[in-house]
């Protein structure tokens, strides 16, 4: 344990050098995500010029739901993303086996080799947002809501991972996997809308087989909705990502035993 | 003439035969590309509540289940995926030497291109599309007038033809720097909300909406489905197709501009 954290220590400061040796990028992948969440804000005006609430939800607790989306998905981003979304290419090419010659466990390997910065840097935005929605709400968060928040938060980012790590895995099958890639975006879409709004098979769907409606409602709802026991969701969150985690460790172990290098 | 025409028609066929080798990477895409739509049901259902007869912004739940079906289909039809990204990176491998010693214009050769792909594309997810509206039949109300067909077409082509010209417009940055994906992003974020493929447009504050209205964005999207759901019609109309019909010329004069600007500055690097 002591091991990789020794090796992710230095993984993550290269990527600090590596990326301060492009600042205007850095600066202008930010702008991206700060329209992007600028955008969102202004759907949700959008959406309470119509109504006052939806399922439920007021405009200042949905705001709470979009900025903790905001939160859990760039520290995904953050620490695994551009790693996982490098996958595919390193199958495809087969550099992959360089990884699998290291004397770690090879999904870390492939899962850690760099931190953006940028999207740490990111989800304080989200933090920032979720204050301020607080604010508005009127409430302040007790010692019990926080620890339950940081509870859930890890959980939603483990799903992300989870998720995105199983479409990169698809690339062991198909030469072509970036539509996967597209897909990891597409399905967390979905994630930053109250989960009340769901129901039928879709809410089965993305409750159990894929957890992306749970990600960020859980954490949101600690916060945003102390009215509501969190115990449920939580319990739940917390079986469909070991359950996710493992099934999509399975897939990459099946997926190795596909793997046949490129050029040797 | 027709010596030229022979010679886009190959291209074309070039075209649609790459296409065709990816089909299983244009489903999978519009497989997953299905569940914003899903979301976006349920958040609208939500929003009608317990009085689903009622109307937000003069839209009933049935007509915005059609505005946000038609968006995903005319989305499909005329939003380029990879063009951009396949212009710059012949410009920056410097590939572009080669292209342009053949005998075709490369405006012309890449448009052919992308009207190959998109067609080629919405052939094969024709199935899918069908079962969507199959599966929301009940909220599907075609265009009473026949001429709203011939209106929506026109209004389809103006629409494709202004998100080429500002593919290729983008893509020709590549000719001064590196890496274009960030200006990409930027001006992507900013259509994605201002051409209508979140909201309907007519829901934004009277005050921002006029200022759109004289944007380019609602004319990639927007503004074809408000023509198909004949929201828009008469001496609106026209202004409308006008209004469209200048964007397509001043992003082609954009996009010429920038490519004679950027043959000047090309070295072909390795080429």
Not at chain 1, 155 to 176: E, K, N, P
Not at chain 1, 207 to 222: D, E, G, M, Q, R
Not at chain 2, 54 to 82: C, H, K, W
Request: aromatic share 16%; with cysteine; hydrophobic share 55%.
């Amino acid at each position: 344990m002591k091991r990789y954290l020794a090796i992710y220590r230095l993984t993550a400061r290269n990527s600090l050098i590596r990326e301060m040796n492009f600042k205007l990028n850095f600066l202008l992948w930010m702008v991206v995500e700060l329209l992007w969440f600028l955008g969102q804000l202004a759907f949700i005006e959008v959406l309470y010029g119509q109504v006052d609430e939806i399922a439920g939800w007021s405009k200042w607790q949905v705001v709470t739901l979009v900025g903790v989306h905001q939160i859990v998905s760039q520290l995904f981003q953050a620490f695994f993303y551009v790693n996982l979304a490098a996958l595919p290419e390193l199958v495809r090419t087969g550099r992959l086996d360089l990884m699998l010659t290291l004397p770690v466990d090879a999904q870390f390997a492939v899962s850690t080799r760099q931190v953006s910065f940028d999207s740490l840097v990111n989800s304080l935005v989200g933090v920032g947002i979720v204050t301020f929605a607080m604010m508005k709400l009127g409430t302040v968060p007790g010692p019990m809501q926080l620890a339950l928040f940081a509870v859930a938060v890890p959980f939603g980012v483990a799903v992300h991972y989870a998720v995105m790590f199983g479409l990169s895995c698809m690339s062991f099958w198909f030469i072509r996997a970036q539509s996967f890639i597209h897909g990891y975006f597409n399905l967390f879409h979905i994630g930053r809308y109250p989960e009340a709004v769901f129901g039928g098979v879709f809410r089965f769907i993305f409750t159990w087989l894929i957890p992306i409606i749970l990600v960020s409602n859980v954490p949101a709802k600690v916060l945003a909705r102390p009215f509501e026991s969190p115990f449920a969701g939580l319990a739940t969150l917390a079986t469909a990502t070991v359950l996710v985690l493992v099934a999509t460790r399975a897939l990459w172990l099946l997926g190795l035993r596909r793997y046949g290098s490129a050029s040797s | 003439m027709t010596a030229t025409l022979a010679k886009y028609l190959k291209v074309f066929n070039v075209g649609a035969q790459n296409t065709f080798v990816y089909r299983w990477n244009f489903i999978l895409r519009s497989v997953f590309g299905i569940v914003p739509l899903i979301g976006t049901i349920y958040l609208w259902r939500a929003m009608f509540g317990a009085d689903p007869g009622r109307q937000l912004s003069g839209y009933t739940y049935s007509q915005l289940i059609l505005y946000f079906a038609m968006s995903i289909f005319v989305e499909n039809l005329v939003t380029p995926t990879d063009d951009e990204w396949q212009i710059a990176g012949e410009i920056r491998d410097g590939k572009m030497s080669f292209l342009l010693l053949k005998p075709v214009n490369y405006l012309a050769y890449r448009f052919t291109l992308y009207a190959s792909y998109r067609l080629l594309y919405t052939a094969v997810l024709l199935p899918g599309i069908a079962l969507i509206f199959f599966v929301l039949r009940e909220h599907i109300t075609l265009p009473a007038h026949g001429m709203t067909w011939l209106a929506f077409a026109a209004s389809t082509g103006l629409a494709a033809l202004i998100q080429f010209f500002i593919a290729y417009a983008l893509a020709m940055l590549a000719f001064w720097i590196l890496e274009i994906s960030t200006v990409v992003f930027i001006v992507f974020s900013i259509e994605y909300f201002l051409s209508g493929l979140v909201f309907p447009l007519d829901m934004l504050p009277p005050w921002l909406a006029a200022f759109v209205k004289w944007t380019p964005f609602p004319y990639e999207l927007y503004f074809p489905v408000q023509v198909f759901m004949e929201r828009v019609g008469g001496r609106d109309l026209a202004i409308g197709l006008a209004i469209q019909a200048g964007w397509v010329v001043v992003m082609w004069l954009l996009a010429v501009g920038l490519w004679r600007l950027g043959l000047r500055r090309y070295q072909a690097v390795g080429g």
